[in-house]
């Protein structure tokens, strides 16, 4: 059985621009360690693509992008010839969402969230107003041209369809210039500690697979994700039934996804929710001792999840970027 593994990033998405090298490094170690995961289970072979200037994976077969191909055609190909296929992809811009898209249309089984709820998950603003809409405790966001005149600072200031920590801020003092950042949210500060959940999710149900402590740095007014320690936080039946309502609240999502979230004295405040998979999964097979991919073998094979026997305890496992 083939499946075919596209990390736009790596996998040729930039060719032709310049390559940053945070989301290279991230996109690098979540493409290499799916695709060996993938296949060491029994029967699976993985083809994917890489850009001409990034090194290609490990193993599985992969198809050099040259500068100047159209990535989405050779994408589109390889995936009509595949059985499956796992889309790992920015939602800015919508990048994500049209990839899902494209991939969908070439008749394979994309694994993942369906289509209407990547693109809710690529806004910030929408996925707020989702969650708290179904009574998760979330960060409101405000358009950074309406923003409240007694939102007081500190506040961060990213783009509303931002992966990761591109162009993400913290400002002691309200800006000057906000009404000039378009398609950027505000957003209070949250005091707490930076987290995240991996989420394996299917149909009525999502399972925590590990909590994770994030590193976020401060550099002057700007946020980068320096890494995270994968199971560093210990899943408390507090998360499950987020992870649940979460879940019941965005009932598309499907496959391995991530969840940003403040660990606060009241409780965990969702900072958004990641349609795909995360940085996390390069520790999670090493964290959990066990391989991932063999909880969603047969959403490989038949579009289902099955029931999951007791997980083992996530122990704590360090991601550098």
Not at 273 to 293: D, F, H, I, K, Q
Request: some cysteine.
């Amino acid at each position: 059985m083939q499946v075919f593994v596209i990390e736009t990033v790596t996998g040729g998405g930039l060719s032709g621009q310049p390559l940053p090298d945070t989301l290279i490094n991230e996109g690098a170690l979540m493409r290499d360690a799916l695709i060996g995961d993938l296949e060491d289970l029994p029967g699976i072979r993985v083809v994917t693509t890489h850009d001409l200037r990034v090194l290609p994976p490990p193993r599985g077969t992969s198809i050099p992008i040259e500068e100047g191909e159209d990535p989405l055609e050779t994408w589109a190909r390889l995936a009509s010839r595949s059985h499956c296929s796992w889309p790992i992809a920015p939602e800015s811009g919508g990048e994500l969402a049209r990839l899902v898209e494209r991939l969908g249309a070439t008749g394979t089984r994309v694994i993942g969230p369906d289509l209407p709820t990547v693109r809710l998950c690529a806004s910030k603003r929408a996925t707020g107003a989702a969650l708290n809409a179904a009574g998760i405790r979330t960060v409101t966001s405000y358009p950074a041209e309406a923003v409240p005149a007694d939102l007081a600072a500190p506040v961060v200031v990213k783009p509303d369809d931002g992966a990761g920590c591109i162009d993400t801020f913290l400002f002691d003092e309200i800006p000057d210039d906000l009404a000039a950042r378009t398609g950027f949210v505000v957003e209070p500060y949250i005091a707490g500690d930076a987290a995240s959940l991996t989420l394996l999710c299917r149909a009525g149900h999502a399972h925590v697979l590990a909590a994770n402590r994030q590193d976020i740095v401060r550099h002057g007014d700007r946020l980068d994700f320096a890494g995270l320690k994968v199971g560093g936080i210990a899943i408390t039946a507090e998360l499950r039934a987020l992870a649940e309502r979460i879940h019941r609240a965005l009932p598309g999502l499907s496959g391995i996804v991530g969840v940003d979230y403040v660990a606060t004295p009241e409780g965990p405040m969702v900072i958004e929710v990641n349609p795909r998979l995360t940085t996390s999964y390069a520790g999670l097979r090493r964290s959990l001792g066990v391989n991932p991919t063999a909880f969603v073998a047969e959403l490989i094979r038949d579009g289902a999840l099955p029931d999951l026997p007791h997980l083992p305890l996530a122990m704590p496992v360090e991601v550098v970027l």
